[in-house]
C-alpha cells in the first residue's frame, strides 16, 4: 500500500511542477553595478509570451548582504519593432523571497526583447539584457493537468482496487 501512496504523490507533484511559481528561474544578467551586484531571473524558461516573471536581487558588493530599499523599474521593450513597451515596478509583494523584487509583465508577442532594469536610490543605474521570447504554449497544454488530474485519480483508485481484490483472493 506505501509504494501506491508514494507513486500517487509522484505523480500529482509531476504533473503540478510546471505551475511552480516563484523567484528565480534563468539567470539572464549578474553584474556589478557600483557598490552593489544585480542578479536578474525570469520565469518561465524558455521565455514564452504571456505572463512573465522578472525578479531581481540586489546585494551589496562587497559584503552579500541583501539591499531592499531600493526602488527597480523593468521594462520590456521589443526589439524588431517600434512601441509597445511594457514597464513596471518591482516589488518585494509580488515577489515570494521577500529579498528579490519581482515584477509580472505580459508580453504580448514572441520575438527579440529588451529588458531595461532601472535601479533608483544612491547610486541610480540602468542595466540591459536581450532575450528571445518564443510563442506562447498551445491552449491544450494549458488546460492538460486540469482535465488530466481526475483520470489520475481514477487510475489510481482503480489500481487499489485491483491490488486488494488480489490480496483477498
Partial sequence: MQPLRFLGAFAVALMWCNFARGDGGA????????????????????????????????????????????????????VER?????????????????????AELELPAAGRWEFVIELGGRAPATLRFETEVSEPPPQWQTLAPWIGWPWLVAAIFCVNRVLKQRRCS
Avoid: M, W
Avoid at 42 to 66: N, W
Avoid at 83 to 99: C, D, P, Q, V
Fill in 27 to 78: 539567470l539572464r544578467l549578474s553584474q556589478r553595478s557600483g557598490d552593489s551586484r544585480v542578479s536578474v531571473f525570469t520565469a518561465p524558461t524558455p521565455l514564452r509570451a504571456g505572463k512573465v516573471d522578472v525578479s531581481v536581487f540586489l546585494q551589496d558588493a562587497e559584503t552579500s548582504r541583501p539591499i531592499t530599499d531600493v526602488e527597480i523599474f523593468v521594462t520590456a521593450k521589443p
Fill in 82 to 102: 517600434r512601441g509597445g513597451n511594457i514597464r513596471k515596478r518591482a516589488t518585494a509583494e509580488e515577489a515570494s523571497n521577500k529579498l528579490f523584487q519581482a
